[in-house]
């Protein structure tokens, strides 16, 4: 109601000499309510000020953002983790989007919006966490070592995804005093350098035994152990996963009320995504092998139809639809980091050691956690077990956002070449796979007025 069918209202229904006095306040209210500067003095509860974080709830807040960006940068949005398994082995593009067929088909243009998005996500994560550290000592000096830990994780972790990702010429820019303080484009080995350091920041701070230092603690030994294999350390690798326990977990939560599992909005219901089998000749059986650890159904079967994927066919009207098992629903958390992780890392430096009966054994206390698994034998040579070690991490780490590194290392490592590692030959919705063996630097990079940002130092593996 307006105030002066206000006022017409209570003077109706007042004595006169009551309506009389109240009259000078209801036109006080009337100019009150037609003042135009009222607009421009409106509080917008979206924006943030530096003000508001300066006290030790705002930084922690800041430090609970980051970590919610950390889950949209991994299982909670469209991220790497996805990305990197449909240009890998991992998953067939099920939609008409061009963006996502170029990624599926190794053919990734400068442009593309869909890695756009994922490295957005990714680099939000990794300045909230900076900004959070910031903030943690600046204005809450007695925070547990943990939460400060836990920040350099985020860093370690998706710097390392990312150079698992991208060509050299990746770039992490920054933000000093409310200025933007511009990156240099950096090589691959930079990178993991970086994310090494940061790892290691966040290992020398936990020095407690509580379950958050624990956990915060080998989700950075796995991390480490994860980076170290990139820089083809191997026995460093071992050696940084000891005493991670194989039940161990650092999850991402999902739910019904706040952010969805992505593995089920863009596969299971939107059938964006369809598990591969055997993709482009060297691609693994993912979706048939039968194998507990990567459960599919075909899209609408009685199977299917229990996790409530009822789409019969993928979104581009094709078939087979298949659709991943691991997290059934919205609300399923994800295992970014594990113990399962821990030990396969420890198989591949005793392999690299040349311990092939203990690389085995190692593997095959691994598989024994899982029920339906048989123990692995002897491959008997050099390829066919590093054959074997990489399809029980593909099998166990399915979906993490490991096979697209672990395709480069085959590469840089071991001495395999492109076309016998990625898929290639011809690609399922027509044509032929491209050669590309890592995303190229988004084409948004250019603004950055940095000499040589934007553009691929090398495209090497």
């Known amino acids: 109601m307006q105030v002066s069918s206000l006022f017409s209202a209570l003077r109706s229904r007042l004595p006169r000499p009551a309506a009389r006095t109240i009259a000078p306040l209801v036109a006080a209210l009337v100019l009150a309510a037609c003042n135009p500067t009222d607009v421009l003095e409106v509080t917008d509860p979206d924006i943030v000020n530096p003000s508001d974080v300066a006290s030790a709830a705002g930084a922690d807040a800041v430090r609970l953002g980051a970590l919610a960006r950390f889950n949209s940068a991994t299982s909670g949005d469209e991220s790497l983790l996805q990305l990197g398994g449909l240009f890998s082995d991992e998953w067939n593009n099920g939609d008409s989007f061009i963006a996502r067929q170029e990624i599926d088909q190794r053919v990734i243009t400068r442009e593309n919006s869909f890695m756009l998005s994922a490295t957005r996500i990714l680099m939000r994560a990794r300045l909230s966490s900076e900004q959070a550290l910031d903030l943690l000592r600046k204005y809450s000096p007695t925070a547990p070592a943990w939460q400060l830990a836990e920040m350099y994780l985020v860093q370690a972790y998706l710097e390392n995804l990312a150079a698992e990702h991208f060509c050299s010429g990746l770039v992490f820019s920054t933000v000093k005093d409310g200025v933007e303080v511009y990156g240099a484009p950096m090589t691959t080995v930079a990178v993991y350098a970086r994310a090494l350091a940061h790892a290691d920041s966040g290992l020398a701070l936990i020095t407690g035994t509580t379950t958050n230092d624990v956990r915060v603690k080998s989700a950075l030994q796995v991390t480490k152990g994860r980076i170290l294999l990139n820089q083809n350390n191997a026995a460093a690798a071992g050696a940084a996963v000891a005493g991670v326990s194989t039940s161990f977990q650092y999850l991402m ?44 159904c075909q899209g609408n079967d009685a199977v299917c139809k229990v996790i409530g994927a009822t789409r019969a066919n993928r979104d581009d009207l094709s078939k087979p639809f298949w659709v991943q098992r691991i997290w059934p629903a ?54 066919a077990r590093v054959d074997q070690l990489f399809r029980e ?38 044509g032929n796979y491209g050669t590309d063996v890592n995303f190229p630097i988004p084409f948004a990079e250019t603004n950055n007025p940095t000499a040589g940002a934007g553009a691929c130092i090398d495209r090497n593996p």
Not at 260 to 286: K, P
Not at 403 to 410: E, F, S, V
Request: without cysteine.
């Open 330 to 383: 919205r609300e399923s958390s994800v295992a970014i980091l594990s113990g399962k992780e821990a030990r396969l890392i420890e198989a591949e430096s005793q392999l690299a050691a040349g311990n092939t009966a203990g690389s085995l054994a190692t593997l095959n206390a691994l598989r024994a956690t899982v029920s339906g698994l048989t123990p692995l034998a002897d491959a008997g040579t050099t390829a």
């Open 393 to 430: 991490r593909a099998f166990t780490l399915f979906g993490l956002g490991t096979r697209t590194g672990d395709m480069r290392r085959l590469i840089r490592s071991y001495g395999r070449t492109a076309n016998a590692v990625f898929p290639t030959g011809t690609w399922h919705k027509g």
């Open 253 to 296: 939560y999902h739910a019904q009320t706040a952010t969805s599992n992505t593995y089920w909005t863009l596969g299971n219901i939107a059938g964006r995504y369809s598990v591969s089998t055997n993709e482009g000749i060297n691609g693994l059986d993912f979706a048939t092998a039968n194998d507990p650890r990567v459960p599919t």
